[in-house]
Every structure is written in C-alpha cells, then in structure tokens.
C-alpha cells in the first residue's frame, strides 16, 4: 500500500529555517511528481510547492524565493528547504502525491514560527 511518512517539522523563530523530509513507499516513487501542502488553523489546505518527474518546480507565490522543493529518486523522499520563515508560515505540512488515479497523504508534520 501507498504510504507517505514526513518528518523535521518542529518550533522555529521567525527568520530560521527547516528541512521537512517525505519518505514514499509502495510506489514508483520516480515516476511520480510529489508536492508539499499545508493547512492553517481555520483555513484550506493550500499547495505549497511541486516537483515533477524531471525535477521541474513550482511554488506558491507566498514562498518563492524562501522555499525549496528537491527530491532523491534512490531515497524515495522528496525534502522542502524552508528558509527566512514566517509566522504566517505555520501550519501543518502535508506530503502528497497523485497515483493510480487516487490521491495519497502523509499524516502532517507541524511547523510553528514564532515572532
């Protein structure tokens, strides 16, 4: 079965960083593109940033510059580099991806800045 397990969220100051790691199992993980999500208390869940296949990237306008999506393809993890974070940066982070026609998540991992 599909499964997406995150980690390295955590406590941060405002203008510190992070790494969140996606470890993926029971897929072709290099056939698949893996984006990075996040939900806010009281508001949606929101697409942070994408990686295809060919390791083309996209991102929110809210985290460009700040943000950096990568993948190892012989790890099956997909990694998103936070830098310079915000408060209005926390939330819950959510690892997913599209397979089979069915869309999978991780469980989440929180992130919190404080000011």
């Known amino acids: 079965q599909v499964q997406l397990v995150e980690s390295g969220g955590g406590l941060v100051q405002a203008g510190g960083s992070l790494r969140l790691s996606c470890v993926a199992s029971?897929?072709?993980?290099?056939?698949?593109?893996m984006n990075w999500y996040r939900q806010a208390p009281g508001k949606q869940r929101e697409l942070v940033a994408r990686?295809?296949?060919?390791?083309?990237?996209n991102y929110a306008d809210s985290v460009k510059g700040r943000f950096t999506i990568s993948r190892d393809n012989a790890k099956n993890t997909v990694y998103l580099q936070m830098n310079i974070l915000k408060p209005d940066d926390t939330a819950v982070y959510y690892c997913?991806?599209?397979?089979?026609?069915?869309?999978?998540w991780g469980q989440g991992t929180q992130v919190t800045v404080s000011s």
């Open positions: 997913n991806t599209r397979y089979n026609f069915r869309n999978f």
């Open positions: 029971g897929i072709i993980f290099s056939a698949n593109a």
């Open positions: 990686i295809s296949t060919a390791e083309s990237t």
